[in-house]
């Protein structure tokens, strides 16, 4: 996948360029992140990327012709076809199901925006999907595109090592995830649960659903709502109900 990000501030990128998980991605080929800074095609000496808002109002806007001069070297520098994506709050909500979306697509210009946002006439040019991180405000779209590019990261064929960890992802089942534990096996005279340390895996699996099942049950009751459950999966959810009264 071939992401290339329009930002005032592309140094932020190495937060997911240079580590982790999405560090890795990029050294083994299976991810590419360029940046394109809107100052570096500007003319005035200022360098000038904003100006003031008609009508009035507080802040400023972010220019046109430096971020559609920046889109178009970031669309040339990535795969033809780019989709070009804006991130803010106005943006379609993110979700797991929203990211398995992108991370279809052959490649990608993210545009991150500063001040109170940019031109509306940009946007209805130049940009083809909007997308939101959540209903909140950031200072600015890095942020944002950073939470994308980790998250559709994870979902490129090869990136995780065991693949079963993504398909296991609860959320990618809708689900949230089950308690995890390592050793040692005595913490603050707490233990592990007897399952774990049992070697049965079909027991163990099921222990996770379960836990899994019930946690999304008293936590995210809207989630477990969009979700068909299997037969096996709704005997473990009664059954966790269940023992929440023992
Ligand atoms: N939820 C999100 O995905 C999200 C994304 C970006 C973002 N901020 C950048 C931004 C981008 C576009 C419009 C306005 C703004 N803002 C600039 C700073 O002032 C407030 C408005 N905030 C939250």
Redesign the pocket.
């Known amino acids: 996948m071939e992401i290339s990000v329009v930002s005032l501030f592309p140094e932020m990128f190495a937060a997911v360029r240079d580590y982790g998980v999405t560090g890795r991605a990029v050294q083994n080929g299976l991810l590419s992140i360029q940046c394109c800074n809107p100052r570096d095609f500007t003319t005035d000496r200022h360098q000038t990327v904003d100006d003031r808002p008609y009508g009035g109002g507080p ?1 400023m806007v972010m220019k046109t012709e430096p971020l559609q001069q920046a889109i178009a070297v970031a669309k040339a520098s990535v795969a033809p076809g780019a989709t070009v994506i ?6 379609r909500q ?1 979700t797991q199901a929203g990211l398995a979306e992108l991370a279809a697509k052959p490649s990608l210009v993210l545009l ?7 031109d509306e006439r940009l946007i209805d040019s130049e940009i083809d999907e909007e ?11 890095e ?2 595109a950073m ?1 994308m590019i980790d998250g559709l990261s994870r979902l490129l064929p090869g990136v995780l090592g065991h693949h079963l960890s993504a398909e296991q992802d609860s959320f990618a089942e809708g689900l949230l995830d089950c308690p995890h534990y390592t050793r040692p096996e005595h913490f603050r005279g707490m233990a592990v649960p007897g399952v774990l340390l049992s070697g049965n895996h079909e027991a163990i699996r099921r222990w996770r659903l379960k836990q899994s099942l019930g946690r999304t049950w008293l936590r995210r009751r809207d989630l477990l709502e969009q979700v068909e459950l299997s037969d096996e999966q709704n005997k473990l959810l009664a059954e966790f109900i269940r023992e929440l009264d023992d």
Do not use: F, K, N, T
């Open positions: 802040g804006y991130l803010s709050p106005q943006g993110l991150a925006g500063r001040y109170e946002g940019v997308w939101s991180i959540g209903d909140y405000v950031l200072s600015g779209g942020l944002a939470v």
